[in-house]
């Protein structure tokens, strides 16, 4: 009885998330506050009493997708309290107050106390901004995501002491520092009693993992004694590492993945450019030559790693020899997929004001080319592939009738929907691709189901 009454305060929530993984394992955790102050969560669609838009600031279009989301929320109620946070709400507060139909703005520091400030919701003609200095933002808050049933991400680390020239993140997000392991793992055993079978560490730069709060630049500990801790808790199926940075992914981590049970065989690594020239006026703590040595110490070690590339093409100073560079550096290398991103200009970035600028229209055909290599190499892994056995866990994902899910090397596969196999493993082995580029499967007999 006292349950009830007390459960809902009559206030309804909905939370629309924009960017990284990391930012989704922050927008649940912050959704988790709002169900103990007795909100009741509901569809970004429906109506709401509040409305959070979590931001990113990695592209030019952070600020017309963010007006885009405060448009549609006011769209399902035009007096909905909106608040903004997020990675654009630390760098542009005040921008977004201006945006008809914010009401508060909330800065890194305050961004995991919403239910702090809204005793009033009445409507405000400029948004209330509380924001502060980055530095100010060096203590470090917990996450994870448990919104879909199958997989979650698990915020280990936040911040970046790097200083690439193209990147706001260290202006959004502040010093690199870590959650302590105790917490990391009792975070992942929350996610495994909630059912997850896959936990995606993430964070901004996990490589880095071990340094403390408050500009403690020691490491406690490392990324290989994290993954060598997670790789003990009981429940959990499986761990991706979401992205790693390549001068922080040692041989250890490497050859521990390559014997661990749960520790799947994905890396995923940016490169931003196959050109040395480039490279440095980055400021990335590499040249192409230790890419490609990690890129073939995996292949050594787990011929069928799958290894995801993040590229950047554009950058100032990019001529077409550059480009022609990194295509063919790429084309030589034995990876599985692109992220290919177009170099936008952002404010407060040394690169903003470097010469050399690449008209858009070229960056948009350098983009398309390496989208096609991507295609060719994803084709290549996947067809590596056909005839072996590999495990897949069926995500909650459907599409044309069909069900879809990842193999522990990250090659997505379908079958025909069936609900009961939501958040399943199971042993199959590859038989051929399908028209649209997923894998199709037969069960190796006999039929290997993990409950
Ligand atoms: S490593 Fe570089 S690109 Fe990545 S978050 Fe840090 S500064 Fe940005």
């Known amino acids: 009885m006292y349950f009830c009454t ?12 924009l960017g990284c993984k990391l930012n989704f394992s922050e927008t649940s955790t912050i959704a988790r506050d709002f169900e103990k102050n007795n909100y009741q969560q509901v569809e970004f669609s429906q109506a709401a009493d509040v409305y ?3 931001t990113c600031s990695v592209t030019q279009n952070a600020d017309k997708e963010c007006k885009y989301w405060v448009k549609q929320a006011l769209r399902s109620n035009p007096d909905a309290f909106v608040v903004v946070v997020g990675c654009y709400a630390q760098l542009k507060p005040e921008e977004i107050a201006r945006l ?8 890194a520091t305050e961004k995991f106390k919403i239910t702090d400030y809204l005793n009033d919701l009445t409507k405000k003609d400029l948004g209330e901004v509380h924001s502060c200095e980055i530095n100010q933002a060096d203590f470090y808050v917990g996450s994870y995501s448990i919104g879909d049933r199958t997989r979650a991400f698990l915020k280990v680390q936040d911040g970046c002491d790097y200083k690439c020239t193209y990147c706001t993140i260290p202006l959004a997000r502040g010093i690199s520092r870590s959650d302590t392991l105790e917490n990391v793992v009792a975070n ?22 071990g340094k403390g709060e408050f500009g403690n630049k020691k490491h406690a ?8 801790t997670l790789d003990e808790v009981e429940g959990v199926d499986r761990f991706r590492i979401s992205s790693i940075e390549p001068n922080l992914l040692k041989d250890e981590i ?9 520790f799947v065989p994905h890396f995923h690594i940016p490169l931003q450019s196959g050109s040395n020239d480039i490279l440095k006026r980055m400021r990335r703590r590499y040249l192409r030559e230790l890419y490609a040595e990690r890129v073939n110490k995996i292949k050594s070690l787990i011929p069928h790693c799958c290894i995801g590339v993040d590229v950047i093409v554009g950058f100032p100073g990019e001529t077409e020899e550059h480009f022609l560079e990194t295509y063919n550096f790429i084309n030589q290398l ?17 690169a903003a004001e470097m010469d050399g600028v690449v008209d858009m229209g070229i960056r948009k055909k350098r983009n398309k080319m390496l989208r096609v290599l991507s295609a060719k190499k994803r084709r290549a892994f996947y067809e590596s592939q056909l ?15 069909f069900i879809l899910g990842h193999t522990e090397n990250y090659v997505k596969v379908k079958t025909h929907w069936n609900p009961e196999l939501v958040n399943v493993k199971q042993r199959i082995r590859l038989t051929h691709i399908d028209e649209d580029g997923s894998v199709r499967f037969e069960e190796p007999s006999p039929v290997t189901i993990f409950a």
């Open 52 to 54: 959070v838009i979590n």
């Open 6 to 17: 007390m459960k809902m305060n009559g206030k309804k929530v909905a939370f629309h998330t």
């Open 334 to 350: 034995e990876v599985s997929y692109l992220h290919v991103f177009t170099y936008s200009e952002r404010d407060n970035t040394p």
């Open 188 to 209: 992942a055993r929350q996610i495994a009693e909630k059912g997850a079978k896959e936990i995606v560490l993430t964070g901004v730069n996990i490589g880095d993992y």
């Open 221 to 228: 500990n490392t990324f290989l004694e994290l993954i060598q």
């Open 254 to 262: 490497i050859e521990f993945v390559s014997s661990s049970e749960k």
């Open 387 to 401: 005839g072996t056995e590999r495990t897949v866990l069926f995500e909650d994902n459907f599409k044309d009738g």
């Open 100 to 107: 008809d139909g914010v009401d508060l703005v909330l800065g």
